[in-house]
């Protein structure tokens, strides 16, 4: 493969070889190859985080962490086979110590983060749509939600399947209820 961009933008394979990688860590610096990550995942990564916590603040602090641990794994010499995955599993797995640790209800700040609408019509809209559509979520099951978003951020069904633990076919069969689910309630 490529140049370190290569592996980190790769349209179509985020996994890259090992050996490459490790070789581009000789010439560049853990930090620069993290900045490099960073700068194409972090955007992902945070709404993912967002999504799943329904805090911008905390999401950023997740996201935060993921990068300071991919950091800390290279600095270990760690070999990851596949950026993407390995830093959606990790921000998963933050995120679900977070509500274990906190006891955290899903508070969705959306439109209150998202600051005030210039149009008081335009804000009661937008209100209505995000209250609609967390209805129309909060009907979903956990898996059926995480692997929708997750999908939505890009992965393909093995990666899905890598960050949670479940099977291919697991996978397919969450989102194809979550898609019915979400087309009974437009």
């Known amino acids: 493969m490529g140049s370190e961009t290569d592996l980190i933008t790769g349209e179509l394979n985020w996994s890259f070889d090992p050996t490459s990688f490790s070789e581009s860590l000789k010439h560049r610096s853990a930090e620069d190859v993290v900045g490099e990550i960073y700068s194409h995942l972090r955007t992902p990564i945070h709404s993912f985080l967002r999504t799943s916590l329904g805090c911008s603040h905390l999401a950023e602090d997740i996201t935060q962490e993921v990068f300071v641990r991919l950091h800390e794994e290279l600095q270990r010499g760690a070999t990851i086979q596949n950026l993407r995955s390995w830093s959606f599993t990790v921000a998963h797995n933050l995120a679900v110590d977070s509500h274990r640790k906190e006891g955290r209800d899903r ?10 609408a210039d149009n008081p019509e335009e804000l009661l809209l937008a209100e209505e749509r995000h209250r609609k559509m967390g209805i129309a979520l909060r009907r979903l099951s956990v898996r059926e939600r995480q692997c929708l978003e997750l999908r939505a951020e890009g992965l393909r069904y093995r990666e899905i399947a890598e960050v949670l633990q479940v099977t291919i076919p697991a996978v397919q069969s969450f989102l194809a209820r979550a898609i019915a689910k979400l087309k009974e309630d437009r």
């Open 107 to 116: 508070v969705s700040e959306g439109m209150r983060e998202a600051g005030e």
